[in-house]
């Protein structure tokens, strides 16, 4: 039997890019890995699970801030390795620098400027040890 | 001198995720890869380059099929390896596969579903050719 994680095309890595997008204001909040483990649980649960790189194990986002991701939708990719969610963001949180997303340096005059407030402190979400 | 695009964290072959969403409807387009080169050029040309690794070579979006992509924004990461730019899609099409956009299938009842309409045929975009 043919599954839908078939169709993915995993990396020599076992991983997928994946993009969590917020479903409201259609912001790009954060970019990801996802093994075939944290896809499935992803579409199981409706919660976002990543692949972190770093620590080499299943990351269930907000496992430790409690910032978790309500995932509405998931998409790939025309090429199968890239998978897109759109998500609710509990906290308003996706960075790990208190930040609401991710992306937040924008090239201005050959510099980055960072063009979001930080929200919370990141010593406040993560109880002092830094983590996603 | 420190360059912005030092900032930037290259992987291992010198390459950064680049996503494309649309400066309008905020929907993502495409997504693929940039080197350093394919980044300066997008900066100060205003339109999209990305480097191919299935051709190992720069490639200027749209440089077979006029679909070329127009950058009013570029965004870097937290982690500095992923970038987001916001662009104007010339011809409304950035999928090879002849859609708006490469995300063009959507996961229902484990399928991937194709949400999107064909909106010109690929063989007449490129001319018998395949390519992006």
Redesign the interface.
Known sequence: MS??LD?VRWDAQGLV?A?A?DAH????L??AYMNRESLQLT?QTGIAHYFSRSRQRLWKKGEESGHLQTVS???????GD?I?MQIVQAGGIA???G?ES??????VD???VVTDAVLKDPGAIYGGHASH
């Open positions: 599954s839908w169709e890019t993009i997008q204001s259609q912001r790009i954060m970019v579409a939708e998931l998409r790939l990719d025309c090429d890239v897109v960075c790990h620098t930040r991710c992306l937040y340096r924008k090239l050959e510099q980055w």
